[in-house]
C-alpha cells in the first residue's frame, strides 16, 4: 500500500496549494471590500493555478493506473509499483505541469491589454484573460485548445482506460466479497476524479456565461478588476 498512500500524500499537498491559489485572495477581496488585483498578481494567480490544476490530472491519471495495477496485476505490483517509478511519475507529472503552466503565462504576457480590465470571474482565469486582450489572440486560442485536448484529453483516456480493464477483470472474479473489495477501493477515486473533471467543466461554462453576460450589462456579473502596472504603479 506504499505506493498508494505516497500518491494521495503527493494529491493532498497539491489540492492544498491548488486551492490555496484562489480561495486567499478571494477572502480578502470580501474583507476589504475590494475586487482589484494587479496585472502581476493576476499573471501569478493564473500560473499556479494551472500549474495545481494539471499536476491534479496527473496525479489522478497516476493513481488510476496504481488501481489497474493492484487489481489487474495483484502478483506483480510491488514490483511494477516500485518507489523509482512512483517518483519518476511524480517528477514527470510536474515537469509536464510547469511547462504547461509557464507555455500558457509566457502567451498570456506577449498579447496586449487596454486600460483598466474588468473579468468576470472571482480569479484570473486563462481564457478570460485571453478573451479580454486588445489584440489578436488566434495563436493563443489554438494553444489553449490543443493543449487542453492534449494534456485534459490524454488522461481522461488513461483513466477511462484504466478503468474499462479493472471493470472487465471485476466481472471476472467469482467472489463476491472479492468484487466488493475492488469496487470499494475504486469508488473513492473514481467520485475525486468525477469530482475534478465536473469543477473542471463548471469552471469554463461559467467563465462563458459571465462573458456573454458581461457582454450585454456590466451590472449583472460580479467583476474583478486587473490594473496594468504602468497605470497603477501603486498597487
Not at 127 to 144: G, P, R
Not at 177 to 187: E, H, L, N, P
Not at 207 to 225: A, I, M
Amino acid at each position: 500500500h506504499t505506493p498508494m498512500y505516497f500518491l494521495l500524500c503527493s494529491l493532498s499537498l497539491v489540492d492544498i496549494c491548488f486551492t490555496s491559489t484562489t480561495v486567499p485572495k478571494m477572502l480578502v477581496n470580501i474583507q476589504t471590500q475590494s475586487k482589484v488585483i494587479t496585472y502581476a498578481g493576476c499573471n501569478s494567480q493564473m500560473y499556479f493555478f494551472l500549474l495545481f490544476a494539471g499536476l491534479d490530472d496527473f496525479l489522478l491519471t497516476v493513481m488510476a493506473y496504481d488501481h489497474f495495477v493492484a487489481i489487474c496485476h495483484p502478483l506483480h505490483y510491488t514490483v511494477i509499483m516500485n518507489p523509482r517509478l512512483c517518483g519518476l511519475l511524480l517528477l514527470v507529472s510536474w515537469l509536464m505541469s510547469a511547462l504547461y503552466s509557464l507555455l500558457q503565462s509566457l502567451m498570456v504576457l506577449q498579447i496586449s491589454f487596454c486600460t483598466v480590465l474588468k473579468i468576470p470571474h472571482f480569479f484570473c482565469e486563462l481564457n478570460q484573460m485571453v478573451q479580454l486582450a486588445c489584440s489578436d489572440t488566434f495563436l493563443n486560442n489554438m494553444v489553449i485548445y490543443f493543449l487542453t485536448v492534449l494534456l485534459g484529453g490524454g488522461p481522461l483516456a488513461g483513466i477511462i482506460y484504466s478503468y474499462s480493464k479493472i471493470v472487465s477483470t471485476i466481472c471476472r472474479m467469482s467472489s463476491a466479497q472479492g468484487k466488493y473489495k475492488a469496487f470499494s477501493t475504486c469508488a473513492s477515486h473514481l467520485s475525486v476524479v468525477s469530482l475534478f473533471y465536473c469543477t473542471i467543466l463548471g469552471v469554463y461554462l461559467s467563465s462563458q456565461l459571465t462573458l456573454k453576460c458581461s457582454n450585454f450589462s456590466d451590472v449583472c456579473c460580479g467583476h474583478t478588476h486587473a490594473e496594468p502596472p504602468h497605470l497603477h504603479p501603486q498597487k
